[in-house]
């Protein structure tokens, strides 16, 4: 299980945020490295705006289903850690992003890379929402913001994914790297991409595009 070190960036300070992985050129997000882990969580947008998770994204308005049941209270063990470690320069992390609550359980998008996993999302009982890859993969929390986009990278040398969630007026995720356009996998809030061979490389802008035609693009150009 590899949790998120919890540092929420803004799109200002993106780039300068990170865990224990290369620095990324300036103007960019992520870079990736041979470190195994999870990269920081990186909550783009205005950080005075935070958001409940249940007024963004609509997939906590359903009912949980039969497979979601199953694994709830796996889930949301798994995710125990990276929503309580701590704080980072007075963001509001690590203990008061609170318990992620087994009932609020829902699967945000099924079949991520050749591991098949799920990306599963919940909310906390304070505000935040936690992200897990299941069974076994990374884990992430933080507060979102009226943008909803909220993403983390299960780093490996083999591979890389990013996965994340993003608002309802959201239509479609693109990621940049190393100048190239990569469609991400979009499913009921939940985003994710598989970068096979992904060392060396840098994620470099995260664009949203919007159900009504516009499109918005993380950092801005």
């Known amino acids: 299980m590899r949790a998120a070190v919890l540092v929420a960036c803004c799109l200002f300070v993106a780039a300068g945020c990170g865990s224990d992985h290369s620095e990324p050129p300036p103007g960019s997000i992520l870079k990736f490295d041979a470190a195994k882990g999870t990269s920081s969580v990186f909550v783009l947008g205005d950080r005075s705006k935070r958001v409940l998770p249940e007024d963004i994204y609509r997939v906590f308005d359903r009912p949980q289903d039969a497979p979601e049941v199953l694994i709830a209270q796996r889930a949301s063990e798994a995710t125990e850690a990276a929503c309580g470690s701590g704080s980072v320069e007075k963001e509001q992390e690590g203990p008061s992003l609170g318990e992620p609550g087994a009932e609020t359980v829902r699967i ?12 599963v999302a919940m909310t906390t009982d304070n505000g935040a929402v936690a992200l897990s890859l299941d069974p076994n993969g990374s884990t992430a929390c933080g507060q979102p913001t009226v943008d909803g986009l909220l993403f983390a990278a299960e780093l490996r040398k083999r591979d890389a994914i990013v996965f994340g969630l993003v608002g309802e007026r959201v239509s479609a995720v693109d990621l940049v790297i190393d100048g190239m356009t990569r469609h991400a996998k979009l499913g009921e809030n939940g985003f994710a991409l598989e970068i096979p061979n992904p060392v060396g490389e840098t994620l470099d802008q995260v664009v949203l595009h919007k159900t009504d035609g516009s499109k918005t693009t993380f950092p801005a150009g």
């Open 108 to 119: 945000a998008l099924r079949g991520v890379g050749v591991r098949h996993y799920d990306l």
